[in-house]
């Protein structure tokens, strides 16, 4: 049990806002993606983080089997206590990503875990696996065919039982009832997209020129936010920022938006030469201003961002490093937003040189998720390699963020027995 600490933090240009009535949508849907731009680098050999089920009973969590060389997909039951393996997948050398793709998500009837697999390796095959964790249904697979890659369940929204994928050449949709699958071209693509509201969003890169006497290609880069009428399938701008405007700012390659719950702002991390910065924004309105969040001198890489249920806080997923720049702590990080000193919760310790590999597993198999009620946060650093991690803590973690010592509940992963090797064949 570990217990937060906390560290300065400096005031926040961003005020309290009136929120809409109502309760937020959370909904939990696999995502099938199609020619997204700029993420195959960012997801390969990546596990999605923890699912929470609609109703907070379960949460599905990937993990690294060492003892059988394969990564695992586990649903852990909160009122039994109980947490079993559902879905493995080999690989070829566990100490290596092998290029494997592997998300997990919930349904919307809570009761039926969504896998979504795929390989890189050139011609990359997605299959979706729809397994009832109850046991009294049949497990069902759906190969989507060759040039379908499967991301992380954040990304696609659903609505009107379709689920919408963003890509380079414009909208793709599929019918979760009929299976039924539709496109249609948007001129310089989508951009990654997002569900809040009801309605279909999306935030894409752009460009100006700022030619100068010295240089007369010189451009700025920046973003475009807008909603994707679905109707006509067309591109309604709101707003555009760009970078000069947020003080150099880079909001990087891959474009992921915090939504608040019942609210019209959003959240995204950037960083400006290696410190992490969050930039708040508003749907209709832009820019609201930027926050650098203080961890007492400890130097911190942000992961993903999730607002609490109030919208007066921002968890993230985050990794501290020593001078040498080793990763050296996985925490949970609660920064408020306006302003005050940021806290740090130790989840786990971590090993590791490759800071800028860790990257990628903080918004992938490393994200936190905060439960349906907002009282509790689930993490896991369980997919990192077996010399990153001790074993007692490859796990899955739930941290009690409404508690003041942030009590935390250690989960370990199903208990490996040694599988037989595959009897060799010959032609």
């Known amino acids: 049990?570990?217990?937060?600490?906390?560290?300065?933090?400096?005031?926040?240009?961003?005020?309290?806002?009136?929120?809409?009535?109502?309760?937020?949508?959370?909904?939990?849907?696999?995502?099938?993606?199609?020619?997204?731009?700029?993420?195959?680098?960012?997801?390969?050999?990546?596990?999605?983080g923890p699912s929470w089920s609609p109703n907070g009973s379960k949460i599905l969590f990937g993990y690294r089997d060492i003892e059988n060389s394969r990564i695992a997909i586990a649903v852990y039951d909160r009122a039994t206590h109980t947490a079993r393996t559902i879905f493995v997948r080999q690989l070829v050398d566990v100490n290596k990503d092998d290029d494997v793709i592997l998300f997990p998500a919930w349904q919307a009837d809570g009761i039926t875990a969504l896998i979504a697999s795929s390989k890189d390796d050139g011609d990359t095959d997605c299959v979706v696996i729809s397994i009832?964790?109850?046991?009294?249904?049949?497990?069902?697979?759906?190969?989507?065919?060759?040039?379908?890659?499967?991301?992380?369940?954040?990304?696609?929204?659903?609505?009107?039982?379709?689920?919408y994928l963003g890509g380079r050449d414009g909208l793709h949709w599929i019918n979760l009832v009929t299976g039924e699958i539709g496109s249609s071209t948007i001129p310089d693509g989508t951009g990654f997209i997002s569900e809040h509201h009801g309605e279909l969003l999306y935030v894409r890169d752009i460009s100006r020129s700022a030619a100068t006497t010295e240089d007369k290609d010189a451009t700025e880069s920046g973003w475009e936010f807008g909603r994707i009428d679905l109707k006509e399938v067309t591109l309604k701008?709101?707003?555009?920022?760009?970078?000069?405007?947020?003080?150099?700012?880079?909001?990087?390659?891959?474009?992921?938006?915090?939504?608040?719950?019942?609210?019209?702002?959003?959240?995204?991390?950037?960083?400006k030469d290696d410190v992490y910065k969050i930039v708040f924004l508003d749907e209709k309105k832009g820019l609201l201003g930027t926050l650098s969040p203080d961890f007492g001198g400890k130097v911190v890489r942000l992961g993903n961002l999730v607002w609490s249920r109030d919208g007066k806080t921002l968890y993230a997923s985050a990794i501290t490093m020593d001078e040498k720049e080793k990763a050296t702590g996985y925490w949970l990080a609660e920064i408020p937003v306006a302003g005050t000193p940021a806290r740090l919760t130790k989840i786990a310790n971590i090993n590791a040189m490759d800071i800028e590999g860790l990257g990628p597993q903080l918004m992938t198999s490393m994200r936190v998720s905060l439960s349906p009620d907002g009282n509790w946060i689930a993490a896991t650093p369980a997919y990192l390699g077996k010399d990153n991690i001790a074993?007692?803590?490859?796990?899955?973690?739930?941290?009690?963020?409404?508690?003041?010592?942030?009590?935390?509940?250690?989960?370990?992963?199903?208990?490996?027995?040694?599988?037989?090797?595959?009897?060799?064949?010959?032609?």
């Open 237 to 271: 701008p709101n707003f555009t920022l760009w970078k000069s405007e947020i003080g150099g700012i880079d909001l990087g390659d891959a474009l992921i938006v915090a939504w608040e719950p019942d609210s019209t702002r959003m959240a995204m991390i950037g960083d």
């Open 1 to 48: 049990m570990h217990e937060g600490n906390g560290t300065s933090g400096n005031s926040s240009p961003i005020a309290p806002q009136a929120r809409r009535p109502g309760s937020a949508r959370w909904l939990h849907v696999i995502l099938f993606a199609i020619g997204l731009v700029g993420w195959a680098a960012f997801i390969l050999a990546c596990v999605g």
């Open 132 to 163: 009832p964790v109850n046991r009294k249904s049949p497990v069902q697979a759906y190969n989507l065919g060759p040039k379908v890659a499967c991301w992380t369940p954040t990304m696609v929204p659903q609505l009107d039982k379709k689920v």
């Open 391 to 427: 074993d007692a803590d490859r796990a899955l973690f739930l941290i009690d963020v409404q508690h003041p010592a942030h009590h935390i509940t250690r989960i370990h992963v199903p208990q490996a027995q040694k599988t037989a090797p595959h009897a060799a064949t010959t032609k």
